[in-house]
């Protein structure tokens, strides 16, 4: 089954398997809506590299899940495009440094 012009989200992308993910994807020509913490300019070139290689379309969207505003805004950013979404990554996790984590 080929997955060429499907549309993806994926969450945590800016590294690790969220990466990986996000290269494969790209090698297969979905088109994904990027969604990471902080968009840097390393992600930025990481982006430009895989569309100028595989040629398919890469959204970067600013996810913070610890922020409520942030994840209304994604969702935001997302549902506008009026693109529809064939498949959903998620991979990010939330940086929650409370008592729990310490012991």
């Known amino acids: 089954m080929s997955l ?3 549309t993806a ?3 945590g992308c800016s590294r690790g398997i ?6 494969v994807f790209s090698e297969h020509k ?3 809506f990027a969604c990471v913490r902080n968009i840097d300019d390393e992600f930025n070139l990481l982006i430009e590299s895989l569309v100028k290689k595989h040629g ?3 959204i970067p ?16 950013s997302i549902l506008s495009s009026n693109k ?3 498949i959903l990554v998620n ?7 409370g008592i729990f984590q310490m012991t």
């Open 4 to 6: 060429k012009n499907k």
């Open 56 to 58: 398919n379309e890469i």
């Open 18 to 23: 969220g990466k990986s993910i996000l290269e």
């Open 9 to 11: 989200v994926i969450t």
């Open 61 to 76: 969207i600013m996810l913070d899940l610890n922020n409520e505003n942030s994840v209304k805004e994604a969702a935001q």
């Open 30 to 32: 979905i088109n994904v």
């Open 84 to 86: 529809s979404i064939d």
């Open 91 to 97: 991979n990010a996790a939330t940086i929650y440094t």
